[in-house]
DNA sequence: CTGAAAGCGCTTACAG
DNA sequence: CTGAAAGCGCTTACAG
């Protein structure tokens, strides 16, 4: 910056000016200075910037796993909004582990990241409460917290369960079970919240022994309809927790030669892109993936811009896409 | 930090000693500044760090989508070990596009990332030689580029190539197709090469007809196929640029009442997660997308420390999983 | 329309 | 073992 100035045979100030365009500049001299900075190839740091403004144009979005085909969309969708605002994103993944996302954000903060987009997953309320005290803006996504530092981007899980649960309800099936990841006991998730609402509301009896957990896998999910249709074989139906868990589910039936849909319907969650080479294709629930990611950002950038307003939760609407497992 | 040092009695440069662990220091002096800090909830700001020491701990992942399952691996690879050193990556989709790529190079070199790493896909090696010029390291992957300031990331594409297409000869086809995506005339890419190479080897004739090109995707390799087969109802195996091509190209044979692997063998390229829960399951060559995202990281590491030293290439092999589709 | 000074929050020689 | 000064590359009031 200095030797453009010197070349130009102006002071610092106005190169500084002309770079950000601000203030009135005699057109000569800007010539001048931009023919200098051409000609050095001189581009502005933004680190000093950043010292200066507190604005580093970063945000950091921590997920649990981007090999997890749900959360590249959703990171797609942050990175493509980020880059309109001109902003670069961190990406940091933690496993679902709470210590490891608790890391992750104070790593971003220590960066100076302007923003950050988190699934608290396992994370203490406590946890992300401190944090939030220090930083802001944090938006969490699924997880309602509500803080004058943080925003939310509320999925409608428990209504895209009961799209789900509804749906074979209406084709008639009455054991329906459910497949779902491991919680805190007595804990209900929205998912779990969503298929007892629609039991109930269709009278049919609620059997906790019909609920099987374990980890959200393509494994997982093999393993526990093994164990879920070994165990009740009058069970002709199966809601999984995901897709990845449903197609796991589809495997385990066809071992058992059990037809799907026909012995056992499967309906998934997600609608990732494994969703639609299966055989039979799956019916699941689609999430917008990559709206929720573009909403987190946008979410983001409105409470950069107003520092004293609260965000409202936004949601992000379901829809039941119907294949062939159900 | 002025805080911190009031509040411990000492003077800045001393906070600054017991934060960074150099030199002497009394038990008591650092006790003190720890107690202070600890108190205070100080957190080194690393931007004025990295004013000064010209690292900011952060590097640039340069890719065409994060949507594209090959890349989410690669992607945590090089995430993980950035992790194991204090560093956080910056994840660009640049779609492929040239333009894209550069504007993703320069906004990470004026965000002072440490480091790039990228995928040049349509990037002219001109440009990509400018820049290598200004930044270093950079480090390619998949690309060949002789440069002081360049390191790279070797997939074996040739070689994997060569396997499948041997694989399939040894199963007894002769005629042999390949769908591959678009690239410039007369130029042959090295998966291209390696089918060629085999062919020539088992004395087979080479047909351009039967070399066809599109979009690297499921509806790509759908279409393509059709076109193939409509065509040239003799070929009995392809050979497709990835996996999702082949994925698709299964779709289409289903539909044409072709069995797979009976009447059409097909071998895929990359080994996704998709690729296990297609009927019949892929048979594909295995590219392992983790361990090329670690190399990568650890070469901009090793050329982060040794400023003087030429990187020597890294090679990544490759790997036959046979399945179910050939 | 343009310039000189102070300062963002640190680290790096250099003294003592 | 510890301190005072300069400076990383910018921007922000404040003058003129």
Same mark, same amino acid.
């Given at each position: 910056m200095r030797d453009v100035a010197r070349m130009a045979g102006v002071s610092i100030k106005t190169v500084s000016r002309v770079v950000n365009q601000q203030g009135e500049i005699a057109a000569a001299t800007r010539q001048r200075v931009i023919d200098a900075i051409n000609e050095l190839g001189y581009r502005p740091n933004r680190l000093a910037r950043a010292m200066i403004t #507190?604005?580093?144009h970063t945000v950091g979005l921590v997920i649990p796993?981007?090999?997890?085909? $749900? $959360?590249p969309e959703v990171a797609r969708g942050v990175q493509d909004v980020a880059q309109e605002h001109g902003y670069n994103v961190f990406i940091c993944n933690t496993d679902g582990g709470a210590v490891a996302t608790q890391k992750a954000l104070y790593s971003l903060a220590d960066q100076s990241a302007d923003g950050v987009i988190v699934f608290? &997953? &396992?994370?203490?309320d406590e946890t992300l409460g401190e944090f939030a005290a220090a930083f802001r803006p944090v938006v969490t996504i699924n997880h309602l917290f509500e803080h004058q530092n943080v925003g939310c981007i509320m999925v409608e899980i428990r209504r895209g369960a009961q799209m789900a649960v509804e749906y074979l309800c209406q084709a008639g099936h009455v054991a329906i079970g459910m497949i779902t990841t491991e919680h805190p006991p007595k804990m209900k998730t929205r998912r779990v919240l969503g298929y007892t609402d629609i039991l109930q509301a269709h009278g049919l009896p609620i059997r906790d022994e019909w609920i099987v957990t374990g980890p959200a896998t393509l494994d997982g999910g093999y393993t526990l309809t093994h164990k879920l249709l070994d165990q $009740?074989?009058?069970?002709t139906a199966i809601f999984t927790y995901n897709d990845l868990m449903a197609v796991g589910a589809i495997s385990a039936c066809k071992e058992m030669a059990r037809?799907?849909? #026909?012995d056992c319907a499967i309906v998934g969650f997600d609608?990732? #892109?494994l969703s639609t080479v299966t055989t039979p294709a799956l019916t699941t629930v689609r999430v917008d993936k990559y709206a929720v990611g573009q909403q987190a950002m946008h979410c983001v950038l409105h409470m950069l811009e107003h520092p004293d307003q609260q965000f409202v939760p936004t949601s992000i609407p379901m829809q039941l896409v119907v294949r062939e497992s159900a």
């Open positions: #507190q604005r580093t796993d981007i090999t997890n085909p $749900f $959360f608290p &997953a &396992a994370l203490r $009740f074989p009058e069970i037809g799907v849909p #026909q609608d990732i #892109q």
